[in-house]
Structure formats: structure tokens, C-alpha cells
């Protein structure tokens, strides 16, 4: 069940819970940014399109909206992408070159309706000024957020995820150990490569982060993580790599599972 809520005065969070048996449950979030060019962040899950649609209404009428930001082309992140579309010839898409070549592979986009940018470059948006960001850590060579200057607000896509037993709708809520926790846990599965990455290189992607102090942090998959827990954000981020990486099940186990489940009770 897609919800929504308010992470600032002018910007709605909506968002759904997944579970990862054995981990928790992953949040997967998408934002209307409200203003004189209302833009969507992300367009749900395509297993949730409905639902996903049935909550934007809720929150604006989605023939008002003139942007969508698309940071990746993940399957959490476009699913009523081409519905908006369709439904409002208005609204454009602001990617990347490389995703719009993704998408290519299983829905074109309409090239008319695209707005390519890259990572560090400025996009003005109505009466928001937005600045595209290559995250620090990603799952997908694509992914692009943004930091929006008007608001103070860093979108991170995927970035600062965590993997949570309950999910509040703001990360002060949970603990520190959770946090981090979560954090850890989520970019060992999300981005195995960190395993490998040049500390030094790495922690000089921090600093750019740190650099830009947002007032709030809006990723994919954590609640609004209010400024102040930037250090926290950043301390988890640089303890991944040294974290146990993720092996996931094998064969025998989900045989195992699967006996389980079919065992009677």
C-alpha cells in the first residue's frame, strides 16, 4: 500500500514498504516537489502502479505536473512512468543519456519529451533551481540526484538507503544503532562494489556531500533524514567497505525454505 506524507512544506513523500525476508523491510519512496512547475521524483514501483497513482492523486493532480525526475531506470523507480506520460503530454523527463538508452531496451521514452542532464550541471525548473549529483553510492551507472537549492534538500536516490525492522516517517526516529545498522547492511546488498573502492577516493565522495550540509536528505529508500544526521549518514556510508559483504541464499537454502513452507503446520 502506496501512502503519503509531508517531508517539508512543500514537498510529499510517497512511499511503500518491501520486505527482504530475514533483513526487514526496505522503504521505496518518490516525492512531488510542489511549485510553480510541480516535479515528481521517481514514479513507483511497477508492481504498485495502482496503488502508486491512486496516492499521487491524492496529493496533486497529476495533470499538473510539468517534470518528472528520473535518477535510474530501476524497476522501483519507473513504474507509472509511461501512464504519466500518456495521460499528461506536458509532462517532460529529466534524465540522463544513459538512461534514456536503458529504457530504450524496454520502453523508449518520447526523445521530444526529454531533458538530458549531467552530474553537476544546473537545471531551473520553474522557481527552483536544481543541481544534478552522481551520488557517492549508487546501484546503477545511470543514477543521477540532485540538490535543490530553494529547499536545502539533497534527493540521493539510492543513496543513504537502510534496510529497517519499522519504518518511521522520519529517520530521527530510529535509533543510532539501527541507522547505521541499516544503512551498512543496505549498501553491502545494493552496492557490492564499495568492497573494492579506493578508501581515500571514497571518502573524498563523502566530503562532497558533507560540503553541500543539506538541511534534509530525501533517498529511495530511508525516511527524511533531517541534517543533523548527516555525519551518521556519511559514518555508515564510510563503513561499508569494511563491512561482512552479502552472500545471499543458495540453492540449498531455499530448498530448505521451500520444505519449510510446504511442511504442514
Request: hydrophobic share 45%; net charge negative.
Amino acid at each position: 500500500m502506496v501512502t503519503s506524507y509531508a517531508a517539508a512544506p512543500d514537498i510529499e513523500v510517497l512511499t511503500s514498504n518491501f520486505p527482504i525476508p530475514g533483513y526487514g523491510l526496505v522503504p521505496i519512496n518518490a516525492f512531488v516537489i510542489k511549485g510553480s512547475e510541480p516535479i515528481l521524483v521517481e514514479t513507483g514501483a511497477a508492481i504498485e502502479r495502482a496503488d502508486f497513482m491512486q496516492a499521487l492523486r491524492n496529493v496533486i493532480d497529476p495533470a499538473d505536473l510539468r517534470w518528472i525526475w528520473l535518477s535510474h531506470t530501476d524497476f522501483d523507480h519507473i513504474g507509472s512512468l509511461h501512464q504519466l506520460l500518456s495521460d499528461n503530454p506536458r509532462l517532460r523527463v529529466v534524465t540522463t543519456f544513459l538512461g534514456v538508452g536503458i529504457m530504450g531496451l524496454t520502453a523508449p521514452l518520447p526523445m521530444d519529451r526529454v531533458y538530458l542532464v549531467n552530474p553537476g550541471e544546473t537545471v531551473t525548473l520553474g522557481t527552483r533551481t536544481l543541481t544534478a549529483i552522481k551520488p557517492p553510492v549508487f546501484d546503477n551507472p545511470c543514477t543521477t540526484g540532485f540538490y535543490d537549492s530553494k529547499a536545502g534538500v539533497l534527493f540521493s536516490s539510492d543513496c543513504f538507503g537502510a534496510l529497517l525492522q519499522a519504518v518511521p516517517q522520519n529517520a530521527a526516529d530510529l535509533s543510532e544503532s539501527d541507522l547505521r545498522d541499516g544503512q551498512v547492511v543496505w549498501a553491502t546488498i545494493d552496492s557490492p562494489w564499495l568492497h573494492k573502492v579506493d578508501k581515500e577516493a571514497f571518502a573524498a565522495e563523502l566530503d562532497g556531500i558533507r560540503m553541500i550540509a543539506p538541511k534534509l536528505i530525501l533517498s529511495n529508500h530511508l525516511p527524511p533524514a533531517p541534517g543533523h544526521l548527516l555525519e551518521r549518514c556519511l559514518g555508515a556510508l564510510a563503513a561499508a567497505p569494511g563491512a561482512h559483504p552479502f552472500v545471499g541464499p543458495n540453492q540449498v537454502a531455499l530448498d530448505q525454505m521451500l520444505k519449510q513452507m510446504a511442511a504442514p503446520a
